[in-house]
């Protein structure tokens, strides 16, 4: 519970909720002490909470600034660059918590705005990494002259026959391509269903910052290997399942002809 009543915050914009969470934290509350006791805030409920406010703006002015710049970094990547990517984006979310920390004048609080942060810049990088996988899908080589993403993208769709399988562009036709989708289909869902419950215990601290972004990054990297794996276990799965199920009717016609045998006597030979 916050020791300042700071339920009159105005919440601006997309990353508002940084702000206002900070300011509503420990560091926050103690950033609030700290301007009380240096006496450029008075202890009255009006002048907390202009300085909250304006505490709030300077953080999310600075998040939505700082998260548009991650957007063009991951806009403007290729497949496999996104891949080396995770490390880089929690090193530069860590700086940046730091020189924000610094402008606030409370050094020690660049801890909590990275946890802050991360989670904003973690969702970005997976959608991006979905997005660029999916995009991979159909990009046959067809000698056309290309530059920079576009060109890398076609080299790693086509890079190998099992890449060339994994994006529908062999055998050609759009059964490949349905069957494509389908697999990143089953790619993308445990990624959601993993990142989700890795941040969860990342917020809160049972796992260093950071480590979601490298299971989206791990995730990327063997994405045909992880395919594979999915594909394989439904395909078991699905045979299972039949066998239980035909497996269980044989046995039920079996009991139910047995039952028939008990209570339908055999006939008498004709003449006894």
């Known amino acids: ?25 420990q560091k926050g509350m103690a950033l609030i002490d700290a301007a009380i006791a240096s006496g450029k805030v008075t202890d009255d409920a009006a002048s907390i909470t202009k300085f909250a406010q304006e505490q709030v703006a ?29 490390s880089t984006l929690t090193e530069q979310v860590a700086k940046y918590s730091d020189e924000l920390a610094a402008k606030l004048g409370d050094p020690e609080a660049a801890g909590q705005l990275a946890k802050l942060i991360n989670p904003k ?24 002259s290309l530059s920079g993403r576009a060109a890398d993208d076609v080299a790693e769709a086509n890079a190998t026959f099992g890449s060339k ?19 990143y289909i089953i790619w993308a869902g445990p990624l959601d269903a993993l990142s989700g419950a890795v941040t969860f215990l990342e917020r809160f601290g049972f796992l260093p910052e950071g480590t979601t972004n490298g299971l989206i990054a791990f995730w990327g990297k063997l994405r045909g290997f992880i ?4 594909w394989g276990a439904i395909i078991l799965g699905t045979f299972w399942v039949m066998n ?17 045998d008990n209570l339908v006597p055999d006939a008498e030979p004709s003449g006894a």
Do not use: C, E, H
């Open 121 to 144: 810049v973690t969702s970005v990088y997976k959608k991006s990494m979905k997005a660029s996988k999916k995009n991979l899908i159909g990009k046959v080589d067809d000698g056309a």
């Open 227 to 230: 395919t594979a794996v999915l």
């Open 1 to 25: 519970m916050s020791k300042y009543d700071l339920s009159g915050l105005t919440k601006l914009g997309k990353g508002a909720d940084v702000g206002t969470n900070f300011m509503k934290s």
């Open 58 to 86: 300077i953080i999310n002015k600075g998040v939505l600034d700082k998260m548009a710049g991650f957007t063009r970094q991951l806009d403007n990547a290729s497949s496999n660059k996104l891949i080396t990517m995770g």
């Open 165 to 183: 399988v994994l994006n529908g562009i062999w055998p050609p036709g759009k059964t490949s391509l349905i069957i494509a989708g389908m697999g």
């Open 244 to 260: 239980m199920v035909f497996g269980a009717a044989k046995t039920a016609k079996g009991v139910v002809d047995s039952v028939s």
